[in-house]
């Protein structure tokens, strides 16, 4: 069965410590896998994506994650927290046959 | 090119009522996706559409749900005898026929219905 776990429904960090959101998948096939994130009334936005190229993929606004097979994981870092990187986070995974399955988001609150 | 659009952004109905959704993907886009989010979820996959054929329809969409996509362009989403469940972001996507299948979609702003 195709799924995607998001294992944390909120997480708060401070500006300027770093972020990690963690994403679990489960894929019979070789999966793609994506990061989108939602701002509060602004629709979904792309911020990386892995398809069987480089394990380590940068995204946008300084976002990156590491596919890891082994741990069947795709978590998403940030170096340093901006305020502006308040938003909910969704992994998402491309199960062929045109069908993609979103996790539940995550929640990221920045504190000053 | 201005992105995926949505008409209305608000619905608010009466139990009972049909609601029509508009959606407008970029335009050479021939990959065209529907999908509902409830508060606190991820949004829900609904249904896709290549061109103007619909390929795959999740088991979500009952039958009082129907999409079209005539002419491979323009899609809409109606739903017939609303339910207060129905309520929710109801979201469209598209993207570009990538060799592969490996792609990226983009989302237009949503439509949230509410269902009184």
């Known amino acids: 069965a195709q799924s995607v776990t998001q294992l944390d429904s909120h997480v708060s960090v401070s500006e300027g410590t770093p972020v990690l959101l963690r994403c679990n998948y489960s894929?019979?096939?070789?999966?793609?896998l994506f990061w989108y994130v939602q701002h509060p009334n602004k629709g979904l936005q792309l911020l990386l994506k892995y398809t069987s190229a480089a394990t380590l993929v940068k995204g946008i606004n300084g976002f990156e994650a590491e596919f890891k097979k082994s741990e069947t994981s795709f978590h998403l870092t940030k170096p340093s927290a901006h305020m502006s990187d308040a938003a909910e986070y969704f992994c998402?995974?491309?199960?062929?046959?045109?069908?993609?399955?979103f996790g539940a988001g995550t929640r990221l609150f920045v504190k000053a | 090119d201005t992105g995926v659009s949505q008409d209305p952004r608000h619905k608010i109905t009466k139990r009972g009522q049909n609601v029509t959704f508009r959606c407008d993907p970029i335009?050479?886009?021939?990959?065209l996706y529907w999908y509902r989010q409830t508060l606190g979820q991820g949004p829900e996959f609904l249904t896709y559409?290549?061109?103007?054929?619909?390929?795959?329809k999740s088991r979500l969409l009952s039958d009082r749900f129907s999409a079209e996509r005539p002419k491979g362009s323009f899609s809409t989403l109606e739903i017939q005898r609303t339910e207060q469940g129905d309520s929710a972001m109801y979201l469209c996507a598209s993207s570009p026929n990538v060799a592969g299948g490996a792609y990226e979609q983009y989302f237009g702003p949503g439509t949230r219905l509410t269902v009184t």
């Open positions: 998402v995974l491309y199960t062929g046959g045109f069908k993609t399955i």
């Open positions: 559409f290549q061109n103007e054929a619909q390929l795959e």
């Open positions: 894929s019979s096939y070789s999966p793609s």
């Open positions: 335009s050479e886009h021939n990959r």
